[in-house]
């Protein structure tokens, strides 16, 4: 998901989070995965539908969503307009497992 999201390790900062700061064009967004902690999504602006285990949600700038620990999710940005969101990591160091391509 690079491509699409500059990243702050928490470890190199002494910190228990990590940080994503993602931008993707509509049509874009990481496929099925997931992590051994919980991740925070909060979208600041656009639409995008989050999918997995949970089923499928569509958040918008200012709503926030929540994955717990091990459960596959991803999401795509299914609006018009770039979709901006800050993605945190309940983790010193990224860990992420894909489950599909």
Known sequence: MSNIARELVGSEYGVGV???FVEAPPGRGPSLHKHPYEEIFIV??????FFGASGERVVRGGQIAIVPA?????FTNTGKVPLKQIDIHVSPTFETEWLKG
Not at 44 to 49: A, I, R, Y
Not at 70 to 74: A, F, I, S, T
């Open 18 to 20: 990590c940080l994503l």
């Open 44 to 49: 600041t602006e656009g639409e995008g539908t």
């Open 70 to 74: 091990e459960e596959p999710h991803g």
